[in-house]
């Protein structure tokens, strides 16, 4: 029996060898390994037949022959693993100069990147950025902010009004139709002295068209002090326009009117395109509407709880939307919020 093993090890040995292909090779592990008739499983299943004594040495003998054999098979089809590897790897041209496959990622708004840009701006100045409810009540859009129910200023806000009946003092519900909510909010929170802007939604009755939408964005900005007035105004607001534009801006006041500030101004840019020359952009004048403001009315920041003996301060309200479109030279304001990938690409 060991000379007939030895046999087998040499001859599978030696098939192993010749094997030209895989299939060929598993031919030869089934010659010897298989399960039901392999040349080496019969050998070892015979052993249990033996007399005691040859036993042992049989035994490990055979499981010297079935390791080699073992070892063997697996180092040839390593070679033929690795042939194919190499085959494929010389096969296949690989034009590393090929561009790879873009993958859309998405991006930020270009709104909220305008936005972020000014809320940078205004931290750096000293201000913090607060948030307001976009569903407020009619107390804190219009009554705390000077505008009782039979004031024509409401017509202009004729807006949309979700809830019949709230509390007596605060009213129905409605969605903010500018950030000024947030002024009386943040003095009751917070009292004086404070210096914020609020960004945020805001939301009208409109008949759309290219310079309208139901929704757009807004910028409070609100700051109370002592020995406030809106010279400081005029000074943080032509630092900001110049840092935002990246060259400088200079800012005229005309008299404008808004319920909660007295006085009320609106505030003009030097245009940017003309450089106050006068151009089609400005309307020939040399400035660009930008934003109303004022000195905060006394009945204000009464509704805030801020005595206006000790302290007053200037408020104001810019449109974010119109802001980007003139940034980027957006003639329709609908396209903001319309979803629009193709337009939204390009910024
Ligand atoms: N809330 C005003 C508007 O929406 C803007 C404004 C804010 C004016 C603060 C004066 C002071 O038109």
């Not at 010659?31 to 008739?37: A, V």
Request: with cysteine.
């Amino acid at each position: 029996m060991e000379q007939s093993l030895k046999n087998l090890e040499q001859e599978a040995l030696k098939a192993i060898k010749n094997c030209a292909t895989v299939e060929a090779l598993r031919e030869v592990e089934l010659e010897y390994f298989g399960r039901k008739d392999g040349k080496l499983t019969n050998v070892m299943r015979s052993l249990k037949d033996l007399p005691a004594a040859d036993k042992p040495k049989m035994g490990t003998l055979a499981n010297t022959v079935k390791i080699a054999l073992e070892k063997a098979l697996a180092a040839k089809f390593q070679t033929f693993e690795n042939a194919k590897l190499e085959k494929e790897l010389s096969n296949d041209f690989f034009d590393t100069t090929i561009p790879g496959k873009a993958r859309y990622v998405g991006h930020i708004h270009p709104v909220t990147q305008v936005q972020e840009e000014v809320e940078r701006i205004f931290s750096q100045m000293g201000f913090a950025v607060m948030d307001g409810p976009e569903i407020e009540s009619e107390y804190y859009n219009f009554e705390g902010l000077n505008i009782p129910a039979d004031h024509p200023a409401r017509d202009m806000q004729d807006t949309f009004f979700i809830q019949e009946k709230n509390d007596t003092k605060h009213g129905r519900m409605v969605l903010r139709t500018h950030t000024s909510p947030v002024q009386i909010r943040t003095m009751e929170k917070y009292g004086a002295p404070l210096r914020i802007i609020v960004p945020g939604r805001v939301f009208r009755y409109e008949a759309t068209d290219a310079s309208h939408d139901s929704t757009f964005n807004q910028v409070e900005g609100l700051l109370i002090d002592k020995n406030i007035s809106l010279s400081h105004l005029k000074g943080v607001m032509a630092e900001f326009l110049t840092r935002l534009f990246g060259k400088p801006v200079k800012v005229r006041f005309r008299p404008g009117y808004f319920p909660f500030v007295e006085p009320g101004v609106e505030l003009d840019f030097s245009c940017l395109l003309c450089g106050g020359k006068g151009c089609r952009v400005c309307k020939q004048s040399g400035w660009v509407e930008f934003m109303g403001a004022g000195m905060v009315h006394e009945n204000v920041l009464k509704a805030g709880g801020i005595d206006s003996k000790k302290y007053q301060g200037w408020a104001f309200g810019f449109g974010l939307t119109r802001l980007v479109m003139m940034r980027y030279g957006i003639d329709d304001i609908r396209l903001l919020t319309g979803g629009e990938l193709r337009f939204l690409k390009q910024f």
